[in-house]
């Protein structure tokens, strides 16, 4: 593909895709840019056109009044489409160093969405455009996983599970929500697809018995390195997420006691109040998205995966310790969890370390409603 054909491409997902610049456009010019993306899928180059693509850090192009123009996350995002559906009829045909160097591309693409900026260094919310790239991205990583681990992708863990300083997706110790966790999003989303792939009968047919077996097979021979991964982001981020709620507290005491409102806010305070409200949503929304991960993990993988207990990591007894939190619905989740363990077949000791656990946790998940409500100048006994 030259450089007229890649300009013209990528004017036509811009027009497709409605961005930016691109508001004042006739029936015919979407035609047409239609017609030409539905051409390009039939071009013998694509995958190597769209491997570029994705790999590139932007993707800019000239407007016809000679403006340049960003189609970086609607150009990625039609260039994994188009991968995506190339996986489906022509992976098997390509050799193993065609497979290796579309898996390294994709590798590089999800690395290239999870390297910290430092434009990025202080925002909290995550772009949704990112959002929606990064759930291709793991679409594309758990679709390759199932069909190329452990045999011919070793380097599986290190690729996704390592620190981006050490040229993985994965967040760096320590990383606050937002932003720069975009990375920890897609190998959360890509462990839950491949989990659904291999033991949910709703998913699994698509996948041969030996190759499911292979898979699960080489996820218990690595799975010692990603869940001390997993546990310590449910600890930081539920400790962030505390933390800004314990700030937002006391930020509403201050008001109460100078007789004011949360609506009575000066700018300043205002905008203090909404970072604080930012990094609870922000923790509680990577905290939602792990709890759902887990809940696969609970319903089909080793119960020696959530039951061990080692080096301080105790999955049940954060499971059981979650059931106080509200935000982002993690009691709810964290009770999907619990649930999904108990209706496993159960050791003595496994079935009686939650049945004995579990009175505890619901009072103290009581107590914290029933302080929440306190708050809100809400009766308790009501609740």
């Not at 910290?116 to 949704?128: G, L, Q, R």
């Amino acid at each position: 593909m030259n450089e007229s054909q890649r300009q013209s491409l990528l004017s036509a997902i811009a027009i497709s895709s409605g961005i930016s610049g691109f508001t004042n456009i006739t029936p015919q010019q979407r035609a047409d840019a239609f017609t030409n993306l539905e051409q390009f899928k039939s071009y013998p180059g694509r995958v190597a056109a769209c491997v570029e693509m994705i790999g590139c850090d932007s993707l800019q192009f000239a407007t016809a009044n000679g403006n340049t123009a960003d189609a970086t996350v609607p150009g990625k995002l039609y260039a994994l489409g188009v991968i995506q559906e190339f996986l489906k009829v022509g992976y098997n045909g390509l050799n193993d160093s065609d497979r290796g160097q579309l898996r390294v591309s994709i590798v590089t693409a999800a690395r290239q969405l999870a390297m910290p900026s430092v434009a990025d260094a202080s925002i909290i919310k995550m772009d949704e455009s990112k959002r929606i790239l990064a759930m291709k991205i793991a679409v594309l990583l758990a679709d390759l996983a199932t069909r190329e681990f452990p045999q011919r992708w070793q380097t599986f863990v290190t690729d996704l599970f390592a620190p981006v300083s050490s040229g993985g997706i994965w967040c760096e110790p320590g990383a606050d929500a937002g932003a720069n966790t975009i990375g920890v999003k897609i190998c959360l989303e890509c462990l839950k697809l491949i989990t659904e792939d291999c033991t949910d009968s709703d998913f699994n047919a698509k996948i041969s018995t030996v190759r499911r077996n292979d898979i699960l097979l080489g996820f218990n021979e690595v799975i010692h390195q990603i869940l001390p991964l997993l546990f310590e982001l449910l600890s930081k981020q539920y400790g962030d997420l505390n933390n800004a709620k314990n700030t937002l507290t006391q930020m509403n005491q201050y008001l109460a006691s100078s007789g004011r409102t949360t609506a009575q806010m000066s700018p300043e305070e205002r905008a203090q109040y909404q970072i604080q409200l930012d990094k609870r949503d922000a923790a509680g929304a990577i905290l939602a998205d792990e709890l759902g991960t887990i809940e696969k993990f609970c319903q089909s993988m080793p119960l020696d995966w959530m039951f061990k207990v080692e080096n301080g990591v105790d999955f049940v007894a954060a499971l059981l310790h979650l059931l106080q939190e509200d935000v982002a619905k993690i009691q709810v989740l964290s009770v999907a969890c619990l649930q999904q363990l108990a209706l496993r077949k159960l050791d003595p000791d496994q079935w009686f370390r939650v049945i004995s656990s579990l009175p505890s946790a619901l009072f103290e998940a009581s107590q914290a409603s029933a302080k929440r409500a306190s708050e809100r100048g809400i009766d308790p006994n009501c609740i």
